[in-house]
Structure formats: C-alpha cells, structure tokens
Nanobody, 123 residues
Framework: QVQLVESGGGLVQPGGSLRLSCVASGEIFRIMSWHWYRQPPGKQRELVAIKTRGGQINYADPVKGRFTISSEDVKRTVYLELNRLLPEDTAVYYC?????????????????WGQGTQVTVSS
C-alpha cells in the first residue's frame, strides 16, 4: 500500500507565498509522475501542475509563472511553491502520484491521492 501525506497549507494574504509538500511512503518501486490538483469551493477538482520522472513539467495556465513544482526523488517528496497568491487560488490542494509497485512479483502502476491541504488566500 502507498500513502501520500501533504502539508504546508494555511491562510495567507494576497500576494503572499506558501510551500506545499507531499511525501510518499509504502511499498514503492518507482514514482512515475507527480501531480498537484486543487478544488476551489463549489467547483470541480482541477489539475495544477505535473512533473514526470523524465523531468517534463507542465502547469495550468492560471498558475504559470507563479507556481513551481519540484521533487526530491530520494526523499520521495514533491513540492509546490505558490507565489503571488490570489484569492482565486483558494482551494484544497491535493497531491497525486502514479506509482509502480510489485504485487506478487508483477509490476503494477496505480494512482494514489493524498488527503488534501487547505490553502486560503484572504486579507
């Protein structure tokens, strides 16, 4: 079993910054890709950023130039730096990872989610 645990959310003023972290643990062979999603109040969950094992990075248009995704593979940790925050960035932020694990000797790749961390941008 694989677990993802996020941290780093909180209340911040417009223009401020936060750093979210997500640590993966469990029977992990390889993390294929990391994703950050967010779900604003009353809205659907949306993709924010992706980082693949090969180093490819993509961002959703609303966060380009303000958010940065990075990872430390040895620590099985992904980060999301949130800068120049806007009230519309208020959401629950979720970490997601595509993880390869061995189950009875066979390699499987599955998607895992963290529990989410609240980010509130307000003065």
């Amino acid at each position: 079993q694989v677990q993802l645990v996020e941290s780093g959310g909180g209340l911040v003023q417009p223009g401020g910054s936060l750093r979210l972290s997500c640590v993966a643990s469990g029977e992990i062979f390889r993390i294929m890709s990391w994703h950050w999603y967010r779900q604003p109040p009353g809205k659907q969950r949306e993709l924010v950023a992706i980082k693949t094992r090969g180093g490819q990075i993509n961002y959703a248009d609303p966060v380009k130039g303000r958010f940065t995704i990075s990872s430390e593979d040895v620590k099985r940790t992904v980060y999301l730096e949130l800068n120049r925050l806007l009230p519309e960035d208020t959401a629950v932020y979720y970490c997601n990872a595509e993880v390869s694990t061995y189950i009875q000797g066979i390699l499987h790749t599955s998607s895992y989610w963290g529990q989410g961390t609240q980010v509130t941008v307000s003065s």
